[in-house]
DNA sequence: TCTCTATTGATAACGATTATCAATTATATT
DNA sequence: AATATAATTGATAATCGTTATCAATAGAGA
């Protein structure tokens, strides 16, 4: 066998599930440490690579600060606010992009798109 | 006045410009200090901050590794291969992203386009 | 139950970048 | 040209997010 089940994993997967928004692994850490203090952060992050790797999750790369998590794991695109840093997912209708052929010759596997700019809150 | 024309932030410039590629700071870095040994990194990396803000170049976060930046300062997207890492701007017609106005009320300003996958070199 | 290997927890190490701060230097003003 | 002053530099410490290390632990099959 390859991987196991531990109560850790499981763990965390629920809590990403259950945390809206796109916390990054502090944000999931310290939401599972209100209950079990003992688990490491190293878990937290091991585990979070393990479940992207395994289609649990999403990894989100954002352009500034830690990676993000998401439990959408079908492709959609994200906006992040340049002032408070949040982000949100962009509704299917905000974005499409089209792929053609014309690559070179580089073979397209994932796309990933981030609108930068001001949430409602900030533009204020 | 605000801003002065040190030797330094030419020579970076100069440097950037005269680079092919998508080279990252440590890379910039070392080639300017193939000749001008008494650089501080901490210059480097404070002008090539400073010049992005300008205009003069852009940086690209990219989803892994050190941020790169490009001499191209219009809109474009890029290529990153998974395997070798390298960054390739995409050809105009590989990706096009339409932007419709239904973004919840996020005020769009700029777009992040990275497309994954396999380079001509590492698909073999 | 025993064995084996994936996983954990604790922490050190790492890479990329920014912060700090005294010394220097470009530019406007005299 | 000399002076004043604020931006900038160089050197380095500090920071942040993440991964590596490794002995101890614990799932899961035999």
Redesign the interface.
């Known amino acids: 066998m390859s991987t196991r089940n531990t109560i850790q994993r499981k763990l965390i997967l629920d809590t990403v599930r259950s945390m809206c928004g796109h916390p990054d692994a502090e944000q999931i850490y310290s939401r599972i440490a209100e209950n079990h203090p003992h688990i490491s952060k190293a878990t937290v992050y091991r585990n979070l690579n393990l479940l992207s790797e395994m289609g649990e999750i999403k990894k989100v790369?954002v352009?500034?600060g830690a990676d993000r998590y998401d439990l959408r794991t079908d492709e959609h695109y994200h906006?992040r606010?340049?002032k408070c840093g949040r982000i949100?997912d962009?509704?299917d209708?905000?974005?499409?992009?089209?792929?053609?052929g014309?690559?070179?010759?580089?073979?397209?596997?994932?796309?990933?798109?981030?609108?930068?700019?001001?949430?409602?809150d900030c533009?204020i």
Chains 1, 2 share one sequence.
């Open positions: 790369c352009g500034e906006m606010c340049r949100f962009a509704p209708a905000a974005a499409r992009v089209a792929l053609s014309a690559t070179d010759g580089f073979e397209v596997e994932s796309v990933n798109v981030e609108l930068i700019g001001l949430c409602p533009k």
